[in-house]
């Protein structure tokens, strides 16, 4: 139920480390963060200060080194590779900065993939897709080559990819970096909607525009997290 703010997905004492030679990077401190449904929880840090680290976790792209990730009720911690991608597919939609659609593909095409890794046929995957597209005002771009889009329509794309599994979690690693003020806030307006309509929508950004838009922010600073802010991060962008 939309404003039930249950915690869908939670860190606790969970932290990364990479061995380089002999000497161990911490790209992640031992951080414990919940994201609820029904919230917009920014994300906000400089370059390499293991925001994106962070994501990767909830997200069960990388495995802890320490603590335990849990997705509901699901210590995914120690499961294996497979039944990671399966929690992937099922529970988690990813927006990049990059887009990462699929050049020789439609709008609706693109749409479609995910269904069709699920294994849901054809017909409904193309009733899905077409929805999803209409949900983000790209219902009349259904056709169109993802080369043939602005950068903010490509970004809708990749939202409604991201959505039409009906995820509880949506992950977007800086997904308006790359996009003008106008389309910030088309992408920004869409992501909050589906906040309020129930799903945790997690964005990692150090654009200070996306203030607004948040329900709740998190800070990372060189791989530590916290809810208050350092000087640095509060300068404009």
């Not at 990749?158 to 106008?182: F, G, Q």
Request: glycine share 8%; net charge neutral; hydrophobic share 40%.
């Amino acid at each position: 139920m939309p404003g039930d703010h249950k915690i869908v997905a939670r860190l606790v004492k969970a932290g990364k480390e990479y061995k380089m030679g002999d000497t161990i990077i911490t790209a992640l401190q031992a951080s414990s963060v919940d994201l609820r449904s029904g919230e917009l929880t920014l994300i906000i840090g400089p370059s390499g200060s293991g925001k994106t680290t962070l994501l990767s976790l909830f997200g069960c792209v990388i495995y802890p080194s320490f603590g335990e990730v849990w997705i509901n009720d699901i210590n995914v911690s120690q499961l294996s590779e497979n039944k990671l991608a399966k929690i992937r597919l099922e529970k988690i939609g990813f927006v990049f900065q990059k887009f990462n659609l699929i050049a020789p593909l439609t709008a609706l095409e693109n749409v479609m993939m995910p269904l069709q890794l699920q294994g849901v046929a054809d017909k409904v995957a193309k009733q899905k897709a077409t929805d999803a597209l209409v949900k983000v005002g790209m219902g009349d771009r259904l056709k169109n080559l993802s080369n043939d889009l602005s950068g903010g329509q490509q970004q809708r794309v990749a939202i409604a990819r991201a959505l039409v599994t009906n995820p509880e979690i949506m992950l977007c690693d800086e997904p308006t970096a790359s996009l003008d003020i106008k389309s910030v806030s088309i992408v920004m307006d869409e992501l909050r909607t589906l906040a309020k309509q129930g799903k945790a929508v997690a964005v990692v950004t150090h654009d200070t525009r996306l203030r607004p838009f948040a329900d709740r922010i998190v800070y990372v600073t060189d791989g530590a997290v916290s809810d208050k802010p350092i000087e640095e991060e509060i300068e404009p962008h």
